[in-house]
């Protein structure tokens, strides 16, 4: 079974450029997740998506943070303009429901603010 | 709001030297508590689900328990290539998202 996929692997910008990371979750998957990982920290979610639909997007920094899932598979994470706080390992994560059940991680793009 | 602490930060075993690492977390309605191994440059990798009080779960040299407050994830005899951060994380009440603890770093020496 393939796993999560995540593209690019590694990213540089400078700050207030824009980036886009784009995840290919499990197939069959209804449940997508965006964390956050800051170096030395646990992963914090940004976004969650059920099908098509935000779950929880209440940590996510609206003014420069979004994210969409069309058709309810892949789905693209975009922040626009970058600051240099931003600099962190963006993990997609996969489940197959919303629920009491694990969520399957991709292998994160580093993405790197200068 | 849930929080999920993991102590201690890190720990350095010598090979065959067993340990336990520590999740401790306040919730409201405890819905799975979840643990997970990551190694460097990758993403985390799933190990168990617990969901109730009493409950254990096995794998390999790995055990892990849970009780009304935390969970321990028990480690018997470790090798060099267990060596990863473990991170656990809780799915409670009408929450639906994961909330990790910020991981223990386990260095394993041959």
């Known amino acids: 079974e393939a796993g999560v996929a995540q593209s690019p692997r590694y990213k540089i910008i400078e700050k207030r450029q824009s980036v886009a990371f784009w995840c290919n979750p499990i197939?069959?998957?209804?449940?997508l997740y965006w964390y956050q990982q800051i170096l030395g920290q646990g992963p914090k979610l940004l976004i969650q998506?059920?099908?098509?639909?935000?779950?929880?997007d209440s940590q996510l920094p609206k003014d420069r943070f979004s994210a969409e899932r069309l058709k309810g598979v892949d789905s693209t994470l975009k922040i626009q303009p970058a600051k240099l706080e931003d600099s962190a390992v963006y993990l997609c994560?996969?489940?197959?429901?919303?629920?009491?059940?694990?969520?399957?991680f991709g292998q994160g793009t580093r993405l790197t603010v200068v | 709001e849930d929080q999920v602490t993991q102590s201690p930060e890190a720990l350095r075993l010598q090979e065959g030297e067993s340990s336990s690492l520590n999740c401790s977390y306040t919730?409201?309605?405890?819905?799975?508590l979840f643990w997970y191994r990551q190694d460097p440059g990758k993403g985390p990798e799933f190990l168990f689900t617990?969901?109730?009080a009493g409950e254990e779960k096995e794998k390999e040299r790995l055990k892990a328990t849970l009780t009304k407050k935390e969970s321990f994830l028990h480690i018997t005899a470790p090798k060099p290539e267990d060596s990863a951060t473990y991170l656990c994380?809780?799915?409670?009440?009408?929450?639906?998202?994961?909330?990790f603890g910020s991981g223990t770093q386990l260095t394993v020496l041959p």
């Open positions: 994380a809780v799915q409670a009440g009408s929450a639906r998202q994961l909330t």
């Open positions: 994560a996969s489940s197959l429901m919303l629920l009491n059940t694990e969520a399957f």
């Open positions: 998506f059920q099908n098509n639909g935000v779950v929880d």
């Open positions: 197939s069959g998957h209804a449940t």
């Open positions: 617990l969901y109730s």
């Open positions: 919730v409201s309605g405890l819905r799975g």
